[in-house]
């Protein structure tokens, strides 16, 4: 989402070079061998390409498609994989809509994720599920509050499967970020944020980051935060902005 201007393989160069770890969307429409001889450090990917958690032929999909991410993410040593409640297609939209679920519905999801954390379990990688909004960037995606996800991870309780707290997303959805916070610590495998609106980097919006950070520091939360915004205009003015605001 930074350094538009310039191939993949260059993005990754920069982020790298200023000291970031990096995350990657789509693994499939990329050159991972390429990225892995940038020398960059990767935190997280895609950790499917299509299916969902909940129909037959797409929970085998799901489970298919998990598997080819593993052997991918062997080769830039990504250490999560990450999930939503179904799969994306073009614009963050679901390929098929299913907001409303049933408990059925329930149901499968934590079967399936129970088995998407075996998968992780054998190849020494941790899946996480991530929260979306419906009222702006997800439409129609199922399981896509934080408190829906969390509930997913908390209920499987796998030490393979995370939950990828979005805080962009949580606060167009929920809000009361600093108490979401303090209440899924114990199954947060990664935290993203951005700011709202706009999905920019902190302090572009009305998200207070400093007293987030503060709450982290004050839990003890000693995991990845990742910055999966936008820049409002100068890449390494929006990598500054990031790190000020989760500056110890």
Not at 73 to 79: F, H, M, V
Not at 143 to 155: I, Y
Not at 198 to 225: D, H, N, Q, S, W
């Amino acid at each position: 989402m930074l350094f538009l201007e310039w191939p993949i393989e260059e993005r990754v160069r920069r982020i790298h070079d200023r000291g970031f770890l990096v995350e990657i969307w789509d693994w499939s429409t990329k050159d991972l061998a390429a990225l892995a001889a940038t020398g960059a450090d990767f935190s997280s990917m895609t950790g499917y390409l299509r299916g969902d958690l909940t129909t037959a032929a797409g929970r085998s999909e799901l489970l298919a498609t998990a598997r080819e991410s593993l052997r991918a993410a062997e080769i830039i040593d990504s250490p999560r994989l990450n999930l939503h409640g179904t799969g994306l297609g073009p614009g963050g939209l679901p390929v098929v809509p299913h907001e409303r679920v049933s408990g059925e519905d329930w149901v499968h999801a934590a079967e399936t994720l129970r088995q998407i954390a075996e998968l992780g379990a054998e190849a020494g990688r941790t899946f996480v599920l991530e929260n979306l909004n419906l009222a702006v960037d997800h439409p129609g995606t199922p399981f896509a509050r934080a408190a829906d996800t969390l509930a997913l991870v908390r209920g499987v309780n796998h030490p393979n499967l995370r939950m990828n707290l979005d805080l962009y997303h949580a606060q167009i959805g929920e809000g009361n970020l600093v108490e979401l916070v303090r209440e899924a610590l114990p199954w947060i495998g990664e935290i993203q944020v951005a700011d709202v609106p706009g999905r920019c980097e902190p302090g572009t919006g009305e998200i207070r980051y400093e007293a987030v950070a503060r709450t982290l520091r004050e839990l003890g939360y000693t995991g990845v935060v990742g910055m999966e915004a936008w820049a409002s205009g100068d890449a390494d003015a929006a990598l500054d902005a990031f790190a000020a605001a989760f500056a110890a």
